[in-house]
């Protein structure tokens, strides 16, 4: 059941959203640069954002919200929206927090961030999934063409 794996997933995102926040807690003031303070900002706008997120499917497990309903809420544009918005946010926040650390490090892990999105292409299309087909389950959530491996 997609719906409770979205509870999860949200769910996670919400206790590491905690968790950097805990962290960030136990930072002497006179080390709480410029840097802190954005992944401070970013980490408490995505803990509430992702703890509504996985409060609402848990409601829509709760009182059993067709699977067909809670399919077409995830494909709204403003659901994509906020969903996209919060993930550049927890990955901007993550890297604040890397770069308060080193900068050397967090240039790492731009460049790995990179590589990982450039690999990730690589794979879905390897897959077949190729942004016409994401198109065209955007405007059929319910109809998806098949896959065609390349």
Known sequence: MFI???????AALSG????????????????FGFWLVLATIAFSICLPVYATFSMTYWIFLKYKVPQKNVALLINSPKSQQ??????????????????????LAGVAAVIALYFSKKFQSYCLHK??????????????????PNLEPN
């Open 4 to 10: 409770e794996k979205y509870q999860w997933f949200f």
């Open 82 to 103: 906020a969903t996209v918005y919060s993930m550049y946010l927890i990955v901007f926040g993550s890297l604040f927090l890397i770069i308060h650390l080193s900068y």
């Open 127 to 144: 897959v077949g999934i190729t942004n016409q087909w994401l198109d065209t389950v955007e405007r059929n959530p319910g109809n998806a």
């Open 16 to 31: 590491y959203s905690a968790t950097s926040l805990l962290v960030l807690t136990n930072v002497s003031p006179d080390n």
